[in-house]
């Protein structure tokens, strides 16, 4: 099965990121911890309707000892703080789980030891235009009877890796809904609220200027790479690296969602 589409990864596929995802199972102590690595773990396709894409994850065993992985499709989505819910088979908007397939879902690697995941992603035929999404998700799982009591009362390591489906030409539709300052813990943070109003995801991308009564710029902070899913809303906070004094600030966001134009909001903020 040939590439079909464009195939942009984000993620080197020898830079494996040491993540683990932690699952704690009835709540208890952990007792046993594997580590294993996948990369990438974001990838975007473009593709069209009744096309095929075929490409690979990369898997690595970083522990001491042997582990078993298992991989499947799940389907996910974000609450407004960026949070992703990892739903399994319960529906959700713009979901492209039942498209991909994995291949071998079941696999054991020994210390050290890297190996080939093929997934291929077959796009229907009436698919509408559109962003679609699903994860692909990689859990060790218990090799013994032991293990499994073990792993009962400690922890299951978990890395989803975000696949992202884009069909046809479909333009990110978005809007900056609000920019506010927020203190928790002494801290402050400028809380920037985006609407997606389209049918593609976008990541956010652009900076945030906050100048004073004066005029004077006292903080330029970058926006945070991060998505906002078709037809949702969400939220990013920002810390000052430094608190701002009580008075009128003016602050100026200038956001680039993919489009031609920026999306800019200008607000003044009261510190007290």
């Not at 796009?123 to 073990?150: C, D, I, L, M, R």
Request: glycine share 6%; net charge positive.
């Amino acid at each position: 099965m040939g590439g079909v589409g464009s195939l942009r990864k984000l993620k080197s596929k020898r830079a494996f990121r040491l993540a683990l995802i932690l699952i704690p199972l009835l709540g208890l102590s952990l007792k046993a911890q594997i580590y294993f690595g996948i990369t990438p773990i974001r990838v975007e396709l473009k593709a069209k309707p009744g096309s095929q894409i075929t490409d690979i994850f990369y898997v690595r065993n970083n522990s001491s000892q042997p582990v078993r992985i298992r991989v499947y499709v799940e389907n996910w989505k974000m609450q407004d703080d960026g949070t992703p819910l990892f739903i399994g088979q319960q529906p959700t908007s713009y979901s492209c789980r039942d498209w991909i397939k994995v291949n071998p879902p079941d696999f054991r690697l020994k210390p050290g030891e890297i190996r080939t995941i093929r997934f291929t992603v077959s796009v229907p035929q009436e698919s509408e235009p559109a962003g679609y999404h699903a994860a692909v998700s990689f859990e060790n799982v218990p090799e013994s009877p032991a293990e499994t009591k073990q792993s009962r009362v400690g922890l299951i390591g978990k890395i989803a890796a975000a696949v992202y489906v884009v069909i046809g030409n479909v333009q990110p539709e978005g809007s900056i809904e609000d920019i506010s300052l927020e203190t928790k813990d002494e801290q402050q943070f400028i809380k920037l609220k985006i609407r997606n109003q389209g049918k593609t995801h976008f990541r956010l991308k652009g900076e945030i200027d906050l100048k004073s009564s004066e005029g004077k710029k006292v903080a330029s902070l970058p926006i945070p790479d991060e998505p906002v899913l078709p037809e949702s809303k969400r939220f990013v906070l920002i810390q000052l690296k430094e608190k701002l004094a009580a008075g009128n600030y003016e602050a100026e966001v200038k956001l680039d969602i993919g489009r031609e134009e920026l999306l800019v909001m200008v607000k003044e903020i009261l510190v007290k």
